[in-house]
């Protein structure tokens, strides 16, 4: 063989090496859906490590290249599919709503005898305790006999009054009504846990309070069925929310208040420390991010993304009399804050309040976000907790807590929640935990009263009569008294 012939074979077995995605898709492809590495690994014929080798930025060669590359297209062929099919679900919801709302419409502006009046919500009717839109002589009362469920019907007059026990609870949906007929996850536990343990109410406490993390998680799977988004459990994350080292921390600054004020008026003050109820529990009412974090530049902010933003903070010349926005951070300079501190920055800089400068956001990572993303999951928590308070029913409250407060604490890695992996979460619940006690604070000293301390997400510190401004009780808009103190002496130093 000649040298050109050599030549000639070795272009002829020659060819390309087949492109592979960014090294951070690699990862996101894989986690969105769902797939661990060792199962990746196992159809590729290699070690989980390798797998998480390829997604640090290694590239593999020869045929395991293009065994990796044909799994990577077929990842993304499959999302944009299910991300298609769910544009065109929510479009045919959304039309089917429309049709629906123009039908009801239709319905309550017909013609009715004049003794019938359409009643403002709907009420049990008196023949079979289901919701009727319509009474008759005073009485509710389905006017088509086919959407009465009554076997034997009677007079109006000859119906007896609803009682509690056949009245029917009816919750929203669209603009029509609709029977509420979700089990109830939380009661069933609990009588579970009492029956298991023969009553004895601290070790049935002790069991739920144990199983609270995957029983929150049962709960939030409840009560996102029929939601318009997916949970995407295990999504990409970008560096700035990845720990510096096993123990240490990542780069998002979640604004924790450790607040004192620097002096009192001259005198005696009584203060009074109030703890804020389900702090938590209220924070899981945020704007969260949807889908996997993207970045951008620039002094920009969409109020329909969320996410974490790296800024240079105003300056704070307020400090006598409130918090800081930003918790308690000496060192200058930008840093990486979360959407509900960077909200509430943006709101006390408007004209309306005037406290400080707007802040300087330089870079972003967001998605599209909502605000009731955690909605129906905290609304089931909280009646869970009022009905808890309403009958004394400790075990209930301690099992609810621990629920909405692991839940929050183990968003991030931790080993005894691996079915959801939200950092980015963890981080904007707590934070705007922290920012609505700012708002208490703020609250407070618009009405009159002297903030003397803000700890944490659920301690608040005033002189004056509070009572006038917030409520007392344990619900979760309401407040209790943690502590009653003197303080007095002249030019009296709060700073411990």
Request: charged share 30%.
């Amino acid at each position: 063989m000649t040298d050109f012939d050599a030549i000639d074979a070795l272009l002829a077995g020659a060819k390309k090496e087949v492109p592979l995605p960014p090294v951070e898709e690699r990862r996101a492809l894989r986690e969105e859906l769902n797939l661990s590495r060792a199962q990746v690994a196992q159809v590729l014929g290699v070690g989980p490590s390798t797998v998480g080798g390829w997604e640090s930025g290694r590239d593999p060669s020869g045929e395991v290249r293009e065994k990796y590359a044909y799994f990577l297209e077929g990842a993304r062929t499959k999302l944009a599919a299910e991300a298609e099919a769910e544009v065109e679900a929510n479009a045919e919801a959304e039309a089917a709503v429309e049709v629906e709302a123009e039908t009801q419409d239709e319905s309550a502006s017909a013609d009715v005898p004049d003794d019938v009046d359409v009643l403002a919500e709907p009420r049990p009717c008196v023949l079979c305790g289901q919701p009727a839109q319509h009474q008759v002589a005073g009485f509710p009362q389905h006017l088509d006999p086919s959407e009465c469920g009554a076997a034997d019907p009677v007079r109006p007059e000859e119906a007896p009054a609803p009682t509690p026990s056949t009245q029917v609870k009816v919750v929203p949906v669209g603009r029509r009504m609709r029977t509420a007929d979700s089990p109830d996850l939380i009661g069933s536990a609990v009588a579970a846990a009492l029956a298991e343990h023969d009553g004895d109410v601290e070790a049935a406490t002790r069991a739920l309070v144990k199983r609270a993390i995957p029983d929150a998680m049962a709960l939030l799977d409840h009560s996102r069925k029929g939601g318009r988004y997916d949970v995407i459990a295990h999504p990409w994350l970008p560096d700035i929310l990845q720990k510096q080292s096993s123990r240490g921390a990542d780069q998002i600054w979640e604004a924790r208040p450790k607040w004192s004020r620097p002096e009192l008026p001259p005198g005696r003050h009584e203060v009074t420390a109030l703890d804020v109820n389900g702090a938590y529990l209220s924070a899981l009412k945020t704007h969260l991010p949807l889908g996997r974090l993207e970045h951008s530049t620039g002094d920009h902010h969409d109020r329909r993304r969320s996410g974490v933003h790296l800024i240079t903070p105003p300056a704070w010349d307020h400090d006598a009399h409130l918090p800081n926005p930003i918790g308690s951070r000496d060192e200058p300079g930008p840093l990486w804050v979360t959407e509900p501190t960077l909200r509430l920055l943006l709101r006390v800089s408007d004209p309306k309040y005037g406290l400080c400068d707007r802040p300087v956001i330089h870079e972003s990572w967001t998605s599209g976000a909502t605000e009731g993303l955690l909605e129906k999951f905290r609304v089931a928590l909280k009646d869970a907790r009022d009905r808890a308070i309403a009958h004394d029913d400790e075990v209930t409250l301690e099992y609810v807590k621990a629920m909405y407060s692991k839940f929050v604490s183990t968003l991030g890695e931790s080993n005894y929640n691996r079915e959801l992996y939200r950092t980015d979460w963890m981080h904007l619940i707590r934070s705007q935990a922290f920012a609505n006690l700012w708002w208490k604070a703020h609250r407070a000293y618009d009405q009159g009263l002297l903030v003397v301390r803000a700890m944490g997400t659920d301690e608040l510190h005033v002189i004056g009569d509070w009572r006038a401004v917030f409520p007392e009780g344990r619900g979760v808009t309401e407040v209790k008294v943690k502590d009653v103190y003197d303080v007095g002496a002249t030019g009296s130093s709060l700073r411990r």
